[in-house]
């Protein structure tokens, strides 16, 4: 058999903002960036539905607009919110895709960073199964590895930040827990686009 020819490996990887290693689940909590938007900025955050309960499809039914089946005191003060995020990874490492990279996704809120307000607009966002000051998953830091690689290759990416980077004292996550470290160390990249090596 004759190998098939390189080129396509890139377009192929990439459709309208999808990445094809992704398990896609559209979600309606997006709409369009600003035209001029630079895709610069990917932000780190953690969830998990109920807090700290790992597993299960709340995180992704609540991010995608569906109605939450579970009853849990937590989730009636959150289930008519409209989030939502680029990327969701499971504690086993699965990658689901919510939003095209493309759109703009529901998941900076009020924010502020590298000079820029409204973060959503020029930023893709990246949701771990997690809780803020808790540990995450060998699998999930692999995934999350490969992904920003990819999203490096496509997309003019120069900042690495944490939610509660762009937006200091609203929020907390990913926390004390993430290893910035080992996603800095296996994408091989200067401490420079990482806030948490440059307070
Ligand atoms: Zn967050």
Redesign the pocket.
Known sequence: MTPKPSQDTKSLLWVNGWYSFAKRMDSPHFNARPQDAKIDLV?L???SLPPGIYGGDTVTDFLSGQALSLHHPYLETIKDLKVSAHFFIRRQGELVQLVSCNDRAW??GVSHYRGRDGCNDDSI?I?LEGLEGETFEAEQYETLSSLCASLLQHFPIEHFA??EHI?PGR?K??GSGFLWEVLRHSLGLSKDLFPVFNK
């Open positions: 932000v955050h953690s969830i998941h900076a966002g949701e944490g939610h937006a929020k996550d990913p």
